[in-house]
C-alpha cells in the first residue's frame, strides 16, 4: 500500500485532518519505506546544480570521514576543518560544497511537516530527478559537519536546521543510534518546537500540531522516570494522548494558549516564558502577550534561571516562583490572563545584543572577577 498525505487525507475536511494529524507519527513509524521527492531538478538563482554529483559528493565525504574516525578511534577526536583546509579546497571542490548547500536549501528542507515523515522512517529513500540518496547519509552528514566539519557549515552556509529536528527523532526510535544517543543530549519537547520556528509551514497551526507525535512530546506526557527506557513503539501502543487535541476548527489564540496552559499545569516551571518572541507588529488581541508564538522565526532562548536543572546564575538564592495560576473570563471583571507571584524590582529599559560565544559568556559568569 502506498500512503501519500495531500491525496490520502481530505485536506477540505477540517475534522478529517485533525483525527488523521494524531495518527501521523504512528503510519511513519510502522511504514516500511518511506519515499521522498524534491522535484525534478533544484536552481538557485538560475543556477541550475547537479543533484547526482551533490549526492555523490555528500556520500563520499561521509566515508572520508568514516575513515578519519577509524584511524583516530573516535569521531570527537577526528581534527576539525580549518580555514586552511577551506583554503586549499580545489575549484571542484568549491562547486560541490555550494552545490550541497543550495540542495539542503531547497524548500521541502524548510518544511516543517516532512520533519517528521522522515525523522520516524525506518528506511527512506530521497529523489531529484533520476538521483537518488538513502536518507541514513544525510544524517550521517550532518552528524560530522555539526561537529568536526563546522568551519565548512559555516563557511558554506550549509542549512541543517532540519537534520536537528531528524535527528532527535532518530536518537529516540532507532536503536543502531543508541551509542549515539548516550553521548548526545536530546531536545526537549519544547527546545523541538524552538528549533522548528526556522522551518516552514502552510499556517501557524503545524508548528504545534506537526510535533504532537514527537518522541519528546510523547516522553513529555508520561513523565521523564516514567518514560525512561520506553522505546517509542511502546509508547505509541499505550495509547498516549497528545497534549493537545489538534483541531484546525479552533482559532489560533485558542490552540497556542491552550497549548501554553498544559504545559504550565504539567511543570510548573516559568522558563517556557523566556521563548516568547514578539515583533512590533505581531502582538495580537486574539494571542496573549505571555504565549510564545511557535511561528515567529529568529529568536534565541535565554533561561529565565527558573528550570531547576540548568542555572548560571542564583540571585534569587534558591528561591523559585510559585506555579503559575490562570484567571478564566469570568473571575475578573471579563479579562483572562496569567497570574504570577513576583517581587517588582527595576525596570528594563533597553537591552543589548552580546556577541561573543555562548559558551564565553557561560565562563563570565562563573567565574568572580576583582
Request: proline share 4%; with cysteine; glycine share 8%.
Amino acid at each position: 500500500m502506498l500512503w501519500a498525505d495531500a491525496i490520502c487525507i481530505d485536506q477540505q475536511n477540517i475534522e478529517e485532518r485533525g483525527k488523521q494529524v494524531q495518527l501521523m507519527g504512528m503510519i511513519y513509524w510502522k511504514a516500511d519505506r518511506v519515499l521522498v521527492w524534491l522535484g525534478q531538478n533544484i536552481a538557485e538563482n538560475d543556477r541550475l546544480i547537479n543533484v547526482e554529483e551533490a549526492f555523490a559528493w555528500i556520500c563520499e565525504s561521509n566515508m572520508i570521514f568514516k575513515a578519519k574516525e577509524e584511524v583516530c578511534g573516535d569521531a570527537k577526536e577526528v581534527p576539525p576543518v580549518t580555514s586552511d583546509d577551506i583554503a586549499g579546497l580545489t575549484e571542484l571542490e568549491v562547486d560541490r560544497w555550494e552545490a550541497v548547500s543550495i540542495l539542503l536549501s531547497s524548500p521541502w528542507f524548510r518544511r516543517v511537516w516532512v520533519m517528521q515523515e522522515i525523522g520516524l522512517a525506518a528506511e527512506a529513500l530521497v529523489f531529484c530527478g533520476d538521483a537518488e540518496i538513502e536518507a541514513a547519509e544525510l544524517l550521517d552528514f550532518y552528524l560530522w559537519v555539526m561537529g568536526s566539519g563546522q568551519a565548512l557549515y559555516n563557511h558554506f552556509f550549509i542549512h541543517l536546521t532540519q537534520q536537528t529536528v531528524w535527528y532527535e527523532y532518530w536518537l529516540a526510535t532507532r536503536p543502531e543510534y543508541k551509542t549515539v544517543a548516550e553521548k548526545s543530549t536530546k531536545l526537549s519537547f519544547i527546545e523541538v518546537l524552538a528549533f522548528a520556528r526556522r522551518l516552514e509551514a502552510t499556517g501557524p497551526r503545524g508548528h504545534v500540531f506537526t510535533f504532537l507525535g514527537h518522541p519528546a512530546a510523547l516522553r513529555f506526557l508520561l513523565g521523564r522516570e516514567a518514560a525512561a527506557g520506553v522505546g517509542y513503539g511502546s509508547i505509541i501502543s499505550l495509547g498516549t494522548k497528545p497534549l493537545i487535541q489538534p483541531d484546525y476548527a479552533k482559532s489560533l489564540g485558542e490552540i497556542y494558549t491552550g497549548f501554553v496552559v498544559e504545559v504550565f499545569e504539567a511543570t510548573h516551571n516559568l522558563d517556557l516564558l523566556s521563548y516568547i518572541i514578539h515583533f512590533e507588529n505581531s502582538i495580537e488581541e486574539v494571542i496573549p502577550s505571555w504565549v510564545p508564538r511557535w511561528d515567529l522565526p529568529g529568536g534565541s532562548h535565554v533561561s529565565l534561571g527558573t528550570d531547576h536543572q540548568s542555572k548560571y546564575y542564583n540571585a534569587s538564592r534558591g528561591s523559585y516562583p510559585t506555579s503559575p495560576t490562570f484567571i478564566k473570563s469570568n473571575e475578573l471583571n471579563g479579562l483572562s490572563g496569567l497570574r504570577l507571584g513576583a517581587l517588582f524590582v527595576d525596570r528594563i529599559e533597553w537591552t543589548y545584543g552580546i556577541t561573543m560565544p555562548v559558551w564565553t559568556c557561560f565562563a563570565l559568569l562563573k567565574y568572580d572577577f576583582a
